[in-house]
């Protein structure tokens, strides 16, 4: 299949090429799980328009400098999702595709389970145990307002990390800070392993919550590229001076019917024959 390598500089790619990318990824981190014989197909399948957006048309970065100190930062709060950014990084030129067959879930794999800085070049921030993405965030971008940069940060988080209450005590200090370089997406595909996030826990009202801690809140489609790109693009310096959060509305499992929806597909592994019928149902762009 032939895929499209974007160049590395900071021209983003138009709203059909970004769709063409997302269908790509998905199909990426499916290679990778059917190497490692499992996988958290549902996690990274609601976060993929998000990733997409943010590498491919919002984000300024370059591959050939991942330690460019300019860079616009990213974390993965829900690290688990890591092969949606894995497939970002290889197709930005940060990784090299053949690493794609040697995704595994052993610690010291060249692309393991979670992201880490010392093994994958482009990642910002190691992630593991939930909880502690926003809080790395928040002091990314301190030090950049403290340093005089204008790069921005972006923290994705799962809804069902949104039950940690270190994430509440990083809510708490962004807006004391003011750091309006920070933007936050929340993944809001409403399950999480133990079933529908509400249920394990209330999250509800979930805007007018993060409203009381002193963010601006914006909602919107989070598979909706079109949506997705002017919220996500904040000024550089002289924002609103208020952090931003979107809570993202997605599906878990986007784009394969069988997996939509279904906490199972949190994390499962895939037969051949739903493998067979994953690809089939990827050959054309989500829409």
Not at 159 to 171: F, K, N, P, Q, Y
């Amino acid at each position: 299949m032939e895929r499209p390598v974007p160049d590395n500089g900071f021209a983003p790619l138009s709203l059909d090429d970004l769709r063409e990318m997302a269908r790509v990824n998905r199909l990426d981190v499916a290679a990778m799980f059917m190497a490692a014989g499992n996988g958290h197909f549902g996690s990274c399948y609601s976060c993929t328009e998000i990733v997409t957006a943010l590498y491919f048309a919002v984000m300024r970065v370059d591959a050939s400098r991942p330690d460019w100190p300019d860079r616009d930062r990213f974390v993965l709060g829900k690290g688990h999702a890591a092969p949606t950014l894995y497939s970002a990084l290889i197709r930005r030129g940060f990784i090299p595709e053949a690493w794609i067959p040697e995704y595994e879930t052993r610690v010291g794999a060249r692309l393991a389970t979670h992201p880490s800085r010392r093994y994958q070049p482009g990642v910002d921030s190691s992630q593991g145990a939930l909880g502690h993405g926003l809080s790395n965030a928040c002091g990314m971008a301190l030090a950049g307002r403290l340093d005089g940069r204008d790069y921005r940060v972006y923290a994705v988080l799962g809804d069902g990390e949104l039950h940690e209450g270190s994430v509440w005590e990083a809510a708490a200090f962004a807006p004391k800070h003011r750091l309006d370089n920070l933007v936050a997406v929340v993944d809001r595909n409403g399950l999480c392993v133990d079933g529908r996030a509400d249920e394990v826990l209330p999250l509800e009202p979930l805007a007018d919550r993060w409203r009381s801690f002193g963010w601006d809140v914006v909602e919107a489609d989070g598979h909706d590229l079109s949506a997705l790109l002017p919220i996500l693009d904040v000024p550089r310096f002289g924002g609103s001076g208020w952090p931003r959060v979107v809570i993202a509305h997605t599906v878990k499992g986007r784009g394969v019917s069988f997996m939509e929806d279904i906490r199972s597909w949190h994390a499962d592994a895939v037969s051949p024959a739903q493998y067979a019928a994953l690809q089939d149902e990827l050959r054309e762009v989500l829409r």
